[in-house]
């Protein structure tokens, strides 16, 4: 079922000949900017994005890589994979930090211009964005004494809540956490945690919340293992104790067979089914907003005045 009505993502929205045409222009324009060089050639041009063909076309979320590093080791990821993973990643992972001029060339002009305007820090071509967490104040800072328009993002995996702090005093307006369960044993055997634990990404939405901010969680959907009720109780103890904003159900797509026997699982519990835990989060929890995507700040106060969507059919 459609989870979210935004059209962000859409094929309909992709002219591919003119996305091309405003991706060479803008490399065009940003000759000496490696992260408009690596979105272009890479993200749009290589991989098809739709998060950087939607930048190029002016429109909506765009992206802001900066880190080439983590401190996760998913068993999935989609920009590094171990050789004793014994998969390969199905794209390259950014090679550098960006300096705060180069994101501020074009993030500017994106939040002054761009319907819907948002611009998100951490996507699926680098690593975990805290790790470089300094220049993304700086950024920030920057970025809000040329415009107060549109939401300034982050997706993470939360892993440093003092980081996030600082952040959210920058400026920063929500943050996106990526988690394949609330459960920690089940969160730490997928993510394979450096120097972090599942309680500091609790304390990292808590954090941003605290501030006035709006958190999701990037929830990854496998049915079966999501829809457990141990899961659904965790979960609705997750959101009192964080008072998240959304959850953005998301399909996890992996090797169920792989998955499961990386984490040492052999058999599953019955299941309450993904649609039902989906309203009794709802009956639960009315104010949580459900989509696939970051909301705009426009979608942002609708939920927030209690304007919620309705849940598919």
């Not at 969160?187 to 919340?209: C, K, M, T, W």
């Not at 984490?263 to 009956?283: A, D, F, Q």
Request: glycine share 6%; with cysteine; charged share 25%.
């Amino acid at each position: 079922m459609r989870i979210d009505p935004d059209i962000r993502q859409d094929f309909v929205q992709f002219d591919r000949e003119k996305i091309i045409e405003q991706t060479k222009k803008s490399l065009e324009a940003h000759p000496g900017n490696r992260l408009v060089q690596h979105l272009g050639n890479n993200c749009s041009l290589r991989y098809n994005c739709p998060a950087a063909r939607n930048y190029f076309a002016g429109r909506w979320e765009c992206p802001i890589p900066v880190s080439p590093a983590c401190n996760s080791n998913c068993l999935g990821c989609i920009s590094f994979q171990p050789e004793e993973h014994e998969m390969s990643s199905p794209q390259d992972r950014l090679t550098f930090i960006p300096s705060v001029d180069e994101i501020l060339e074009y993030t500017v002009p994106h939040l002054q211009t761009a319907e819907g305007a948002i611009v998100s820090f951490g996507q699926g071509c680098e690593g975990e964005p805290l790790l470089v967490w300094q220049l993304m104040r700086d950024a920030i800072i920057k970025i809000r004494e040329k415009t107060p328009r549109g939401i300034i993002n982050i997706n993470s995996n939360g892993s440093k809540p003092a980081a996030v702090e600082e952040l959210m005093k920058a400026g920063l307006n929500s943050l996106r956490i990526s988690l394949n369960s609330v459960r920690k044993h089940i969160y730490e055997g997928y993510y394979l945690p450096n120097n972090y634990v599942f309680e500091d990404l609790r304390e990292s939405a808590r954090i941003v919340r605290k501030y006035g901010g709006w958190v999701s969680i990037n929830y990854f959907v496998f049915p079966g293992m999501t829809d457990q009720q141990e899961e659904f109780d965790a979960l609705c103890e997750f959101i009192r104790y964080t008072d998240i904003s959304m959850i953005q159900w998301r399909n996890f797509n992996i090797d169920p067979d792989w998955y499961l026997g990386k984490l040492g699982i052999s058999e599953l519990p019955e299941s309450i089914g993904v649609k039902n835990m989906m309203v009794k989060i709802r009956e639960e929890f009315p104010h949580i907003a459900f989509g696939y995507f970051n909301p705009n700040s426009e979608v942002q106060a609708k939920w927030k005045q209690g304007m919620a969507h309705q849940l598919p059919a």
